[in-house]
């Protein structure tokens, strides 16, 4: 057969056929007598195989190597067309994810969507810097959804950049607070300690408070940990517990120590908070630093109950216990 009949066979254009033919890819059976080119079955046959491995995505020089080196092992090959296009996938998908806040970011003219591309290009940047700058820039009216930067402040683990995209964050109220509540059923623990880092410093909302409030209750005691001051500031008393076993656990004891105090302005809850410092401080097995700590939480709760379990404490076997309690009971006299 010629040209024209293999290219509508095979359905490669007869201009491809010779291009192939160029590279050495496919040559004619034979040629007629006006020097025609002349196909045969086993050149269809090979036009399929040709087609076939295009279609996966080879180069035609890839395509030259597994069709005619005779040590050729596809295993290799197969693996490396598997990574380019898991990359390729990935490539399009953040190309799409950042059309989409594009879009919905509702662009009045080309002005914000270049603005809108600048940031979300910063926030993706392998600099740290130019990630910090970004965050700190998006504040200052770029037209961006917020869950970019939550999804930001998730995956980010350089601590500058971190804070500064919590930062941004809660300047921009609490859009961004159903994705970072999804950060906390994250199997990773580094994603759900950010998303609560992040979500402890979103502005005092009855929303932010809620899932902060879930937070205690999460089996992962760093989520527990770090929404329990957050709580304290915002005067929820069911923080207490956890606030008390940081004290203990000397795990941002200064914070713990402080939320309490902010709880401890409500007279009652003052009474209520000096009975479960005491209780601790009876346990024996609380060790002797932490029995000092306790001791030291005690000074920022008013109330008679403190100031007896003070008097009480300047009386303890534990002498540095003993003087950090009588040193509290001299500043209370004082005041």
Same mark, same amino acid.
């Given at each position: ?11 490669v ?5 010779r291009?192939?033919e ?7 059976t034979?040629?007629?007598e ?24 080879l180069?035609?020089r ?27 996938i ?23 969507v ?26 200052e ?8 930067l ?13 804070g ?27 994603v759900?300690?950010r998303?609560?880092?992040a ?37 929820v @008393? ?17 914070d713990? @120590? ?5 709880l ?18 009876g ?6 630093p ?34 950090t @309690?009588t040193y509290?009971?001299t ?5």
């Amino acid at each position: 057969m010629l040209i024209g009949e293999m290219a509508r066979r095979s359905g490669v254009s007869a201009r491809m056929l010779r291009h192939y033919e160029s590279l050495g890819l496919l040559r004619p059976t034979g040629r007629t007598e006006a020097g025609y080119r002349e196909y045969a079955g086993e050149d269809i046959r090979r036009i399929f195989h040709i087609e076939s491995l295009r279609s996966l995505g080879l180069s035609l020089r890839e395509v030259a190597r597994a069709l005619d080196d005779p040590g050729f092992e596809p295993s290799a090959l197969v693996d490396d067309l598997i990574r380019r296009t898991r990359e390729r996938i990935a490539s399009e998908t953040e190309l799409l994810t950042r059309l989409s806040r594009i879009g919905a970011a509702g662009p009045a003219g080309w002005e914000d969507v270049l603005k809108t591309v600048a940031l979300l290009q910063g926030l993706g940047s392998e600099s740290a810097g130019k990630r910090q700058r970004a965050a700190l820039s998006s504040v200052e009216g770029v037209p961006v959804q917020v869950e970019a930067l939550a999804e930001a402040a998730l995956s980010e683990s350089d601590p500058n950049v971190a804070g500064a995209l919590r930062w941004a964050l809660a300047q921009s109220g609490d859009g961004g607070l159903a994705l970072l509540a999804e950060g906390l059923t994250s199997p990773v623990a580094e994603v759900r300690k950010r998303a609560v880092q992040a979500i402890a410093e979103m502005p005092n909302r009855e929303a932010t408070t809620a899932v902060l409030h879930d937070a205690l209750t999460h089996s992962d005691v760093v989520v527990r940990r770090s929404a329990a001051p957050a709580l304290g500031a915002r005067g929820v @008393a069911d923080a207490v517990p956890t606030l008390i076993d940081m004290i203990v656990e000397e795990v941002n004891d200064v914070d713990a @120590a402080d939320a309490l105090g902010v709880l401890a302005s409500d007279p009652e809850l003052a009474d209520e908070i000096a009975t479960m410092l005491v209780d601790c401080l009876g346990l024996g097995t609380v060790d002797a630093p932490a029995r000092g700590r306790l001791t030291q939480a005690l000074a920022d709760i008013p109330g008679g109950t403190a100031t007896r379990a003070l008097a009480d404490l300047s009386h303890d076997e534990d002498r540095a216990v003993a003087l950090t @309690a009588t040193y509290i009971l001299t500043l209370r006299q004082a005041r």
